[in-house]
């Protein structure tokens, strides 16, 4: 288990649900380790599916376009911490 801050465990148990991973533990999610390939393993259709369950949770988008895609999804941390800047706008 990890030191998940309040929000990181909300958006970890967002992933397990949005995207039905069973036997994935949202505590036991690394915040800092990779959302794709070697980490949890998400392809683009999971980043789609998150996408839209955190406009859905959240009210707001996250484009496909937008030019630090990459980073905002490299880990659940920056996930989390782009969540909160955007809530907070």
Avoid at 19 to 31: T, W
Avoid at 33 to 44: H, I, V
Wanted: proline letters at 3%.
């Amino acid at each position: 288990m990890f030191n998940l801050a309040p929000l990181e465990r909300e958006v970890a148990q967002l992933i397990v649900d949005s995207l039905n991973l069973e036997g994935i533990d949202a505590g036991g999610i690394d915040p800092e380790a990779p959302l794709f390939d070697t980490g949890l393993g998400l392809d683009s259709i999971d980043a789609l599916e998150l996408a839209l369950a955190i406009k859905s949770k959240y009210g707001f988008q996250i484009k496909s376009g937008d030019s630090d895609i990459t980073q905002i999804f490299s880990s659940l941390r920056s996930l989390s911490r782009h969540i909160e800047h955007a809530r907070s706008r």
